[in-house]
């Protein structure tokens, strides 16, 4: 391994996109400690230490935001108007014939969609600034303490300007990375945001350990899980189910084409963490609003009802995930669409006859796969849960966070292994080192 991060040096080319990704993220890292004008940050983390966990919606953005909402910076708003926009796009592309045909409209098309998704990044970010504005003015800590000292319109105006130019900013250092850099830049700018609370979680259990707060045994309990879990998200996160495909022999001219076979790789894991992101801010909204009435029974019960641990939360965590595992499943591929493809070009599936019963047949390997992968990853955000309870662990790993850094990992991995490949080198990977030797 060792050996074979050395070789990305060796390259020009791929050392300059390593060098200016990792510039990218420092700068981005850097941006997240400068503070919006006019509000006391140390009330704010009061806030959150108080009413601002992980159970609740602020705990959830500011993961996504690597903790730049609980600072206050100018990148409070971090990548997620980007990431917003793009899901709304992705939807609006399985409702709307417009937008459907711009994706089959090459690199054209993909412009234009790009493009749109920058005025959505616009739009929405306007009102999250606004909103999150007027939610920073209107909060006090439990001691009566303002977060805004002077609110006002002159705050306003000064913080609105400042949250959406943080994230127009983010966005294009996301572009930047994607351009010239290695791997998507806005999952890298997600996955900086995470990887950099871990450090921080270990240097937290060595010192219980040190202190004797927590036992050895859990350390080694939580060290083994996380090496586990990792590779069970890795292994399901590539899986996928091969549907062979033979393409029949059409004579043009003096050429022959087709005759051969292929095969449609259906991802067991389409749907990614998407399903868990909006299982989580269903069960989270109602919780965030039971967090601000702490004087109420009723809201105290529904809180703890719909706090990580309890079984009701649970339960519905898990319906939640397979259930949006099925519908963006069912956004994203669309059996009609892919029979009538493998129709034009006389594809088929053997045993299969070509439209409507390959329509239904790709519908069926579709739903069975969706469910093993859907309750995989639901006992993924689930039972690590149980596991940092038990062992009072203060390294948070699994759900979304896990899969998103396994799933940008693997794909940064794949690039530089590509690279190398292509270049004659040994890559990261066992199956990349075989074609490396024979391409040699």
Do not use: C
């Amino acid at each position: 391994m060792l050996k074979n991060l050395l070789n990305v040096f060796k390259i020009a080319e791929l050392k300059n996109k390593v060098l200016f990704t990792a510039f990218i993220l420092v700068l981005y890292r850097l941006g997240g400690y400068i503070p919006v004008p006019g509000i006391d940050t140390g009330a704010l983390q009061e806030f959150f230490a108080t009413r601002g966990g992980d159970g609740t919606l602020f705990g959830m953005f500011d993961m996504f935001v690597g903790g730049n909402f609980q600072r206050a910076s100018i990148f409070a708003l971090g990548i997620m108007p980007y990431i917003t926009a793009s899901i709304v796009m992705q939807l609006l592309g399985g409702v709307f014939p417009f937008f459907e045909k711009l994706k089959h409209e090459g690199a054209e098309g993909q412009r234009k969609i790009t493009q749109y998704t920058r005025y959505g990044t616009l739009i929405v970010g306007v009102f999250n600034s606004i909103g999150i504005t007027i939610f920073l003015q209107n909060l006090y800590t439990s001691t009566g303490q303002a977060v805004v000292p002077n609110s006002g319109i002159m705050f306003t105006v000064a913080a609105v300007t400042t949250l959406l130019t943080g994230t127009m900013i983010i966005m294009w250092l996301g572009e930047r990375i994607t351009d010239r850099g290695i791997g998507n830049g806005i999952s890298l700018i997600i996955f900086a945001g995470i990887v950099v609370n871990y450090p921080v979680g270990f240097y937290n259990m060595a010192k219980m350990v040190y202190a004797g707060s927590m036992p050895t045994l859990n350390v080694v309990i939580i060290l083994a899980t996380i090496v586990i879990v990792t590779g069970l998200v890795v292994y399901v996160t590539q899986g996928e189910r091969k549907i062979v495909v033979q393409y029949a022999k059409r004579i043009v001219g003096r050429k022959i084409y087709g005759g051969q076979s292929s095969h449609i790789p259906l991802k067991v894991n389409t749907a990614g963490v998407i399903p868990i992101i909006f299982a989580q801010a269903v069960i989270m909204f109602p919780k965030t609003i039971a967090s601000f009435f702490k004087e109420s029974a009723f809201m105290n019960a529904v809180s703890a009802s719909l706090s990580p641990g309890a079984y009701t939360y649970t339960i519905l965590y898990v319906v939640l995930i397979v259930f949006f595992a099925y519908f963006y499943t069912a956004i994203v591929l669309n059996p009609i669409e892919m029979a009538n493809n493998m129709k034009k070009y006389g594809g088929f599936i053997p045993g299969k006859k070509p439209g409507k019963s390959t329509a239904e047949y790709l519908n069926s390997v579709i739903a069975r796969i969706t469910l093993p992968g859907a309750v995989f990853f639901a006992m993924i955000a689930v039972i690590p849960q149980y596991l940092i309870d038990y062992t009072n662990s203060p390294l948070y790993f699994g759900g979304t966070s896990l899969i998103i850094v396994v799933g940008v990992a693997l794909d940064i991995l794949q690039q530089l292994e590509g690279q190398l490949i292509s270049r004659h080198y040994d890559g990261f990977m066992k199956h990349g080192k075989i074609r490396g030797r024979r391409a040699k």
